[in-house]
């Protein structure tokens, strides 16, 4: 007889027996879904209009029909509690009134002119109300800023590499798209069509690890530091006590812009996990949910970098500076921005979210706990996330050590098929201001079926 071998306390053959019998079930409920696929699915490359549209656990994907306050409807006209969120772009809930109205109003107005309009000029205030002193500007996605606060850091700095924690996400900006392996920092192997040496301009060091941090900055080549508060892109990791100001502390001795991207962990608490927790950067980034859902984000500079930078641009040759695109700071945007900074994104709903949040987390643990499941959970704010592996976790390697995309899989379409959907890439789910105690109950109750299921004696 063969060893039975295990994937987080779950064995294989047990796993594959119940996505199997998931995924006829699946099938089952979603016939619309699948005949709609098989009619649009020739005309896209793969099948999808975009290729993470396929990362799901499905068989094939859920065709939705419409989307409002935290639930999707789907083409076969079944109503799932969404703790997905569009991967927090609907963060705050699908369509909030406040924003759907200024969309409205907008439309008639028109949707880009390359000027600004009285909501920009408005939004900026409510921007540094919010997340702090900056001098702000305005981009398409979160991708786009960042890309945006590393050509200010070379700039500034003159200097080539940006550091980042390995296992990280900043969005696809190629620079940085690097990863730590047997103590070397190298190009991430599933680069597609990757031509240029990323070692020439990053370095991946481990999250926590401040003497990897100083060693790093002290070649003199380090333009900046570019992290999340919190590595969320992976299986979660919390910050040691002491790291975010040993960064800032760092940054300041070896002369290193601190930036932060605050795009997931805009789920921290109002104003940010940089608010809420008294963090300092230099540039400060955020995205997806800043504008519910339209795509924006918002890059801003302490105004000593800004100083810094406007010497420099007063003295770069004309041209074009490699920063910007067509559609960027539209007043969509704006409209959508201001409605969501003065209405949406409010200390009131983050206390909803908060509780909900707690309370959803509390009861995870508890079922890991009754059930035996070598399992932990995470929360940063309105985030939470199970993770099928011992915690806590310490840092990007440990991450990705315990990313277990079979069982994961397994368990992600065991809760659709129970009514609730959760963000593909890992175990995280979302609690938004219109989630319910009746949803929060609903997943909680599809999470104790399907782990005692896993774990049955």
Known sequence: MGQTTYLGGVSHDLCDALYNREARRYADAHPNSKAAQAIGATHFYDGVPFHWMKDWSMPFPLIIQRAYDACVQTADQIILNDFCLGDTGSFFGHSPAPVAQAIAEQSKRGLTYMLPTRDALEAAKTLTDVFGAFQWQICTTATDANRNAIRVARAITKRPKILVFNGCYHGTVEDVMVERVDGKTQARSGLVGQLHDLTKSAIAVEFNDLNAVENALKTGEIAAILTEPVMTNSCMVLPHDGFHQGLRDLATRYGAILIIDETHTISSGYGGYTRTHGLDPDIF?????????????????????????????????????????????????????????????????????????????????????????????????????????????????????????????????????????????HNMMLVSPVTTDEQIGALVSAFDEITAELFAK
């Open 285 to 425: 980034v955020v995205g997806k949910a800043i504008a519910s859902g339209m795509p924006t984000a918002v890059w801003g500079l302490r105004q000593p970098i800004a100083d810094r930078f406007a010497a420099y641009d007063a003295e770069r040759p004309a041209g074009h500076s490699g920063m910007g695109t067509t559609l960027s700071a539209n007043p969509m945007q704006f409209a959508c921005l201001k409605a969501t900074l003065n209405h949406v994104m409010t200390a009131d709903a983050y206390a909803h979210m908060e509780r909900g949040a707690n309370i959803l987390a509390r009861n995870l643990s508890e079922i890991i706990e009754k059930h035996g499941a070598p399992w932990h959970v995470v929360r940063v704010g309105a985030r939470v996330e199970f993770i099928c592996a011992p915690g806590p976790l310490n840092d990007g390697a440990e991450a990705a050590a315990a990313h277990i995309p079979k069982l994961e899989k397994t368990i992600h379409l065991s809760l659709v098929n129970r009514g609730c959907l959760i963000a593909p890439f």
